[in-house]
T-cell receptor
Framework: AQSVTQLDSQVPVFEEAPVELRCNYS??????LFWYVQYPNQGLQLLLK??????LVESINGFEAEFNKSQTSFHLRKPSVHISDTAEYFC???????????FGKGTLLTVNP | DVKVTQSSRYLVKRTGEKVFLECVQD?????MFWYRQDPGLGLRLIYF???????EKGDIPEGYSVSREKKERFSLILESASTNQTSMYLC?????????FGPGTRLTVT
């Protein structure tokens, strides 16, 4: 069985500040890891994923996440956030052959001017 | 780009009605999923399908059924809607790791 814990339900920050959204997982098998973003009244969009290889993965809009196997973490970071980054962010883990995803409960990132 | 569409963005139904939520994907994906999303609970898997006419229960299947007669279409059925099924319903599809989501259907049962 797999589980995902997002340690913060809400993260308020000011524009241009750095941010880290924390995610820890547990699994008895090798995993794939994902971050999804959900803007208000929209579905989820894939932000970035770790499947194998380099433990640091990046998205096209400046987010990055690092897979840390020893700490079973996959924290999401951005060095300087914009108002438009305000959204809910979900960490997810997948393992096994059917590619089911287990989601965390989400972190609401609010970027204030 | 992968496109996953859902038949309605907003739906209001009465208690006891039979409700159909439709999902269509255009990328020939093998796997399709139905989730419900509730505040503070994140996404919970209701059912998924890994092939036509194949289905498996997710974490919260009670009160729901599904149908997959064609590869591109996956339907969620509420046999007798109840107020505790008021929620956001999200459909997703995948081939391999990573899922692509539709825009969601916000269902209100009164």
């Amino acid at each position: 069985a797999q589980s995902v814990t997002q340690l913060d339900s809400q993260v308020p920050v000011f524009e241009e500040a750095p941010v880290e959204l924390r995610c820890n997982y547990s699994s008895s098998v090798s995993v794939y890891l994902f971050w999804y973003v959900q803007y208000p009244n929209q579905g989820l969009q894939l932000l970035l994923k770790y499947l194998s290889g380099s433990t640091l993965v990046e998205s096209i809009n400046g987010f990055e996440a690092e897979f840390n196997k020893s700490q079973t973490s996959f924290h999401l970071r951005k060095p300087s956030v914009h108002i438009s980054d305000t959204a809910e962010y979900f960490c997810a883990v997948s393992g096994g052959s059917n590619y089911k995803l287990t989601f965390g409960k989400g972190t609401l990132l609010t970027v204030n001017p | 780009d992968v496109k996953v569409t859902q038949s309605s963005r907003y739906l209001v139904k009465r208690t006891g009605e039979k409700v159909f939520l439709e999902c269509v994907q255009d990328m020939d994906h093998e796997n399709m999923f139905w989730y419900r999303q509730d505040p503070g609970l994140g996404l919970r898997l209701i059912y998924f399908s890994y092939d036509v006419k194949m289905k498996e229960k997710g974490d919260i299947p009670e009160g729901y059924s599904v149908s997959r007669e064609k590869k591109e279409r996956f339907s969620l059925i509420l046999e007798s809607a109840s107020t505790n099924q008021t929620s956001m319903y999200l459909c997703a599809s995948s081939v391999g790791a990573g899922q692509y989501f539709g825009p969601g259907t916000r269902l209100t049962v009164t």
